[in-house]
């Protein structure tokens, strides 16, 4: 580490570091619950090379992303995602994230079987500092627990 890098990083730079990216974080999980997904919503948390993955499906790239989304959340009447605090991991402009996550998927009324489908998750991540701001370059999500049926699999 050069003199000027050095004193360019200090442990507040750190933590404001860490909180940033913990915030992109929060703010995916509350926009899946609260907001019109588009392709706005997707640059202001994600590189372009971004990939999301969960245990039956996976996407890669940002052009399409909040589609994706925004089609696997019809699914359902509505969501609630519940997060720890995540623990962030902070090294110049690469970061690492783990969270714990509760996932409520509200069935649309009429079907049969339980109103909702419930998950535990353990959630990993990566962020890099780009000319825009910290942005989210990889989240996995690793399923823990269910209780409840997914779409497709009632009545």
């Not at 998950?119 to 890099?128: C, E, N, W, Y």
């Amino acid at each position: 580490m050069t003199s000027t890098e050095a004193e360019s990083f200090t442990p507040d730079t750190a933590m404001a570091d860490a909180f940033t990216v913990r915030g992109l974080l929060d703010r995916y999980l509350l926009a899946l619950d609260t907001e019109k997904l588009d392709d706005a919503w997707a640059r202001g948390l994600f590189t372009r090379d971004a990939v999301v993955a969960f245990p039956l499906s996976r996407y890669e790239g940002i052009h399409g992303l909040a589609e994706w989304h925004s089609n696997a959340l019809a699914n359902f009447a509505r969501t609630q995602h519940l997060n720890s605090p995540a623990v962030v991991d902070c090294t110049g402009d690469e970061a690492t994230l783990r969270a714990n996550l509760v996932s409520t998927h509200v069935h649309h009324p009429g079907g049969e079987g339980p109103e909702l489908f419930t998950t535990g998750t353990s959630v990993s991540g990566a962020a890099r500092r780009t000319p825009d701001g910290w942005r989210l370059t990889r989240l996995s999500f690793g399923l823990i627990w269910v209780d409840g049926v997914p779409p497709g699999a009632r009545g």
